[in-house]
């Protein structure tokens, strides 16, 4: 039997939904429904809608807290970096939320599933679902565990990109070509866990796992760069 990709999806995330069809929406592009007319499914952009007005509370409730002497306009600019197309991207392709998605066959073949600005509306769109599932305190959890740590609020991405922040440094000091390499994987297919190494030139500089290939990659670069930063000083 093929195993159920949403069921998966919740185990990676850590998040049950009451309401599978919910989540299932939110992963569910317009070229998807317009493909299979006959059937039930409902695309995800009433959802995007929705769960961009609650990034927008959330994440200014958050920034309200955590900065309380910034003023007005600075927090305003902050929240634009954080819930900007670039960085809502980053953050579904770092959940590998394009290996879910439905999307119809033109899309597909456009390449859809790495696409920014699909990516973010789909972020979006999951936040809205979570919302409706869950209510604001559920999706407030999430992203204060999974997302608000990779913020980086003064540096010149939101984003904590560690794979490209450790590229260049590496390519500054002339250390040689970077390498990532995946050592183990870690339990059942619908709960992986993956173990990535990272080198540089010929030695190993950093580890990380995560339930993605991607995730566990950016951990072991956040190790690697945080080598390198102390060899600096």
Known sequence: ????????????????????????????????????????????????????????????????????????????????????????????????????VQLGRGEEQLGGRSRPALLADLFEAFVGALYLDQGLEAVRLFLTERIFPRVEIDGPLMVKDYKSKLQERVQHRSLGAVDYRVTEERGPAHDREFVVDVYVGANRFGSGSGRTKKEAEQRAASEA?????ADDE
């Open 225 to 229: 760069y945080a080598r390198l930063s």
């Open 1 to 100: 039997m093929k195993p159920d990709p949403f069921k998966e999806l919740q185990h990676r995330l850590q998040v049950r939904f009451r309401r599978i069809g919910l989540l299932k929406q939110a992963f569910t592009h317009t070229s998807y429904v317009n493909e299979h007319r006959r059937g039930s499914a409902k695309h995800n952009e009433r959802l995007e809608f929705l769960g961009d007005a609650v990034l927008q509370l959330i994440v200014s409730d958050y920034l309200y807290v955590a900065y309380p002497t910034r003023p007005e306009g600075e927090l305003t600019r902050m929240r634009a970096a954080i819930v900007c197309e670039p960085s809502l991207a980053g953050f579904a392709e770092l959940l590998d939320f394009g290996a879910y």
